[in-house]
């Protein structure tokens, strides 16, 4: 019987990890245009994309700024120090146990997968005290909660300096959570990297479980009802995604709530799927009611009498709920916002 083949690895000094949204490509292509070819750690990059996003206008824009080759990620490969790896559209990246790549299609994370979040969870899990964490520009928090797993297994964190983001939530969110290393503009942060992965590494620290129990969650395409029981305590409303049960998992400053299928949200990012989902089932009920008032106009013209007056009467009431529903779906509320590109 043969014996499975191991994978090779090389030393990793340290492993970068960048999260990015609204803006990423500008700014990570500002970012990897300061490292050179012989940069001596791998580079993993999760970019908020539309599901129906090939991604190759980020990858092609990063091998254009920079020495550094990038490629897609692929299950298996093993870390290269020196070489980009950028997360597949509608796939989250992850680290796995084995130091090597795992792209799935797990259940999104803050609405977005790719996300943040399981990338930079699953990368203090496997190199600890090793990694450095870079948010980026966006809207909303992803990935406030994945540097916070970093911090707690002792790696790096550094954010964006949010006067230098074009969007500048994501960093504000994530430093009103946590106090990083480092804020800085993106232009200072090339320098800076070298610097860190020059220095030997803190003592690493023992993994905390909750961190363990969400990168396993992320791994494994599956419900996973006792995980998410020892995370958390159940709440009164549902996942907007899948229907289910959600856990608020209260573990430091972030308050986030998941479903036992694997759908994860920071409470801005569940407000604002909340959101979607509600203007979604508006704009059924506002063809529903339309048509409705239409069947009892065709209704009132066609009869005589005391079904006439009543088809009438009740076609305009119809029209009373119909620009109600027009009056919310007309107002501006900032929750709807998306950082996906069309």
Known sequence: MLKPKKIKHQP?????????SAGGLEVISQLV????????????????ISSDATGDVLLDGINRSGKLQCSHATS????????IYLAPSDHHLLIDKELTILVT?????????????????????????????????????????????????????????????PYPDMPKNALNQLKPDHCLPVAEMG??????????????KPVPKDILIESA???RVLSDLPSVNALGDQVPFNCPNCGGVLWKVAIGAAKRYRCHTGHSYTAAALLAEQTKKLEETMWV???????????????????????A???????????VHIERIRAILLADDKGTKSDLPN
């Open 309 to 319: 007056k009543s088809a009438s009467e009740r076609a305009e009431a119809s029209q």
């Open 12 to 20: 990793i000094p340290y492993v970068i990890v960048i999260g990015a």
């Open 191 to 204: 320098g800076l990297l070298y610097q860190l992965v020059s220095k030997k590494a803190a003592k690493r």
């Open 76 to 83: 298996g490969d093993a870390l290269v120090n020196g070489h």
């Open 285 to 307: 009920a506002l063809r529903m009611f339309e048509e409705r008032k239409n069947l009892l106009t065709t209704m009132a013209v066609d009869s005589k009498g005391a079904i």
């Open 33 to 48: 245009s300061q490292l050179q070819s012989d940069f001596p750690a791998p580079i993993l990059i999760v970019q908020h």
């Open 217 to 219: 969650i992320a791994e």
């Open 105 to 165: 299609k797990g259940a999104t994370e803050n609405r977005s997968r790719p996300a943040i979040d399981p990338l930079f969870r699953s990368a203090a899990v496997a190199f600890g005290n090793k990694v450095i964490g870079i948010l980026l520009t966006g809207y909303l928090d992803d990935g406030t909660a994945g540097l916070m797993a970093i911090q707690r297994c002792g790696g790096i964190c550094i954010i964006q300096d949010p006067s230098d983001a």
